[in-house]
DNA sequence: CTGTTAGCGCGTTCAC
DNA sequence: GTGAACGCGCTAACAG
């Protein structure tokens, strides 16, 4: 840091007092005279005195700070969840360190070594790896920082998570559009190895055996964290398979959906029904507006920050998984 | 923090070595014997050593740690900001703490004064409270803290700035609407006195005077930080001055307006144009397609965050100020 | 190349 | 109610 112009000991001297009344006045038990506390106060004010922060964490082992580490920030969902977490931190007098993993596996496993030091109290992450090795975080736990998951998570490893139930939102989803006849459905995702991916997909699956729908594998289809690359791969899978509905198991997917029957004059919903996970606010200001599955962003980061506060504060965890409802809402781009 | 599980003295002692020379090897000065320094990384990463970084930073007056303070976070054009910045932070090795201030001045106040103390080397500011006084940010001089602001700015502080030029964007808009009989034209701002708003009005106003139109000061519009209250006064705004054009300062705004004009079957643009500053990637496929103009958010941050390591570097500053240019892009919702 | 020593700035004993 | 002294964990001098 930057050198603060003054310490503690250059006030004491300047107050003619010892650095250990100093402290104490800045420090909220009884033990000082309440004149000199305010004397001591007024002074620091005047020279600018501001107690070291380091050496503070240094002494009590306590940094008050927490980290959030996901693979992205500059989208609806995660900025809003980041926002939830940032303002319980605030009210917890607590600071919030910020961490983008790009949706790198290798990334994500170098922030979080870098935090094994103890720079923070408390993790709060969405997971960028699944289908990798996972035990970089069980050091966290010999190291006795923890950790609570939302949204994208690890199912192998044993820590608070917050999450909406995708399984549940995408079977009913699914089951709507099946229901009238929307055979065959398209479902997109990023990565199927990816916990909602997973849980998304299942819920897709077990939708078309409710139904006794056959499911065509090809239209469970990978795309990309590239918009461009995304494009190409719907636009084959509109052209290819004609699916008559379209489930977009992220945000990004279902405007690049819109984007390509723009492009190729494919009208929905007549032609092509589609819904997604998304929290656009605007999403009934699209053309047509878009049906969403949408999670309750801001909520589910909220409720991660609480959980790992309550973990911070020793107090007993009611739940070790807090499942959230996603809300579906049919617009016109579902409409029969 | 939550205490590590060792700290370099337990390890120096397993190793039968002096601490400093553990210290050694965790630093990259070639001072120290290649074997050596294998085997004490090997016996750290056994016994899960991590050197303490609140240690660390009290020694050398360095916390490799950076604040982006900023009103809102969950909006396109500051999580993209965001973006950059953190990208930038993580290349240069540096940790990114955020804060939110929910537009409020008095939290900006609360947040900057808990960072005198030295918990950061430097900050990143997009302001909240143009209008009150700003001397407390006189005092992160006084502690050496450097301050680089982006895209809100208060104009009496002197520290490097980085922005667009919204008079010129707002003037060329409002030329434009102006030119095509869209008199009168609504300018839709949130605050009046945060010095985007007063660029965006002062070239709003320009531009009247350049194309010779009389302005009514009534359609100089102060809009809400709250939606339902910011559609109410478009919607008054809407009904009783009959604009033929809005400029929406923010690109909530713009959306509220599409809102309205959905609401009350105004037809867009028949009726009304709109043009909005946004960063809405999806400005295409709103009903109509949404004219924009678009600042480049990530590279704002991007810049705003170079700027801080070369000074954080010692390297001279080439510019104080910082302009890059906003693209203006009419779609169909400015369509003549 | 390695060990010894002396703080970084603060907060908490324990005396008085 | 206040002061002296110690140590949190680490690193930079300095010596050897």
Redesign the interface.
């Known amino acids: 840091?930057?050198?603060?112009?003054i310490n503690i000991k250059e006030l004491a001297v300047a107050l003619n007092l010892s650095t250990s009344t100093v402290s104490r006045a800045f420090r909220d038990k009884g033990d000082i005279n309440a004149d000199t506390k305010q004397y001591i106060l007024d002074k620091a004010k005047e020279l600018?005195y501001?107690?070291?922060?380091?050496?503070s964490?240094?002494r009590d082992?306590?940094?008050r700070?927490i980290a959030v580490i996901m693979p992205?920030?500059?989208?609806?969902f995660?900025?809003?969840a980041?926002?939830g977490i940032?303002?319980v931190a605030?009210a917890n007098g607590y600071?919030?360190?910020?961490?983008?993993t790009d949706s790198l596996y290798q990334k994500e496993v170098e922030i979080v070594e870098d935090l094994?030091?103890?720079?923070?109290?408390g993790i709060i992450m969405s997971v960028s790896g699944e289908g990798n090795d996972h035990q970089y975080i069980n050091?966290l736990k010999?190291?006795?920082?923890?950790l609570v998951f939302f949204d994208r998570v690890y199912d192998d490893i044993d820590v608070p998570k917050v999450i909406t139930d995708d399984y549940d939102s995408s079977f009913k989803a699914t089951e709507y559009l099946l229901n009238n006849h929307c055979d065959p459905v398209a479902l997109l995702v990023i990565d199927k190895n990816v916990s909602i991916g997973n849980a998304r997909m299942k819920g897709f699956v077990d939708a078309h055996k409710k139904c006794k729908v056959k499911l065509n594998e090809n239209l469970v289809v990978d795309c990309s964290n590239d918009l461009e690359e995304s494009c190409q791969i719907i636009k084959h899978t509109l052209l290819t398979y004609k699916p008559k509905a379209i489930l977009a198991s992220v945000e990004r997917l279902a405007?690049a959906s819109?984007?390509v029957c723009?492009d190729e004059k494919i009208k929905i919903p007549e032609e092509v029904k589609i819904i997604g996970y998304s929290n656009?606010?605007?999403a009934?200001?699209?053309?047509?507006?878009l049906s969403t599955i949408t999670q309750p962003a801001?909520e589910l980061g909220t409720k991660a920050a609480e959980l790992l506060f309550d973990i911070l504060k020793d107090k007993p965890l009611l739940q070790k998984e807090v499942v959230l409802e996603a809300e579906i809402i049919h617009r016109v781009s579902t409409t029969l």
């Open positions: 840091m930057s050198k603060s112009f600018g501001y107690p070291n922060i380091y050496a964490n240094l082992s306590k940094s700070t992205e920030l500059a989208n609806n995660f900025s809003l980041v926002k940032e303002r605030q600071h919030t360190l910020i961490y983008v094994y030091n103890g720079r923070v109290e050091k010999q190291s006795h920082i923890p405007t819109y984007t723009l656009l606010s605007i009934s200001l699209l053309n047509p507006s801001e």
